[in-house]
């Protein structure tokens, strides 16, 4: 069982900056997609970025040209570099991993893992 943990939630202003990171206890595919999601008070679970470790990345439309997906395949950890925050940033951010690189259907092959989740406030 892959075990997920997300850091680097907290409190920011607007305007400001965060990045989250999220360790992989373990990576046993040679092919896979990890993402984050978040999911604020109320509403359903989002897809906010994706990265493959062939290099493919995506972005949900409302992150565009502010956050930043990255991988370091060496410590099995993603990133996501959030800049020019917006109180609508705030929610938990879950961290997903699962085999193959369809970054749109984490159960296209095989049930996802998740992360519990980090909690990021934006709020002046």
């Known amino acids: 069982q892959v075990q997920l943990v997300e850091s680097g939630g907290g409190s920011v202003q607007p305007g400001g900056a965060l990045r989250l990171s999220c360790t992989a206890s373990?990576?046993?595919?040679?092919?896979?997609?990890m993402a984050w999601y978040r999911q604020a008070p109320g509403m359903q679970r989002e897809l906010v970025a994706g990265v493959t470790n062939g290099g493919n990345t995506h972005y949900a439309d409302f992150v565009k040209g502010r956050f930043t997906i990255s991988m370091d395949n060496k410590r099995n950890t993603m990133y996501l570099q959030m800049n020019r925050v917006a109180p609508g940033d705030t929610a938990v951010y879950y961290c997903?991993?699962?085999?193959?690189?369809?970054?749109?259907?984490?159960?296209?092959?095989?049930?996802?893992?998740w992360g519990k989740g980090t909690l990021v406030t934006v709020s002046s």
């Open positions: 997903g991993l699962w085999p193959g690189w369809n970054i749109h259907d984490p159960e296209s092959y095989d049930t996802p893992s």
């Open positions: 373990r990576i046993i595919f040679s092919v896979y997609t």
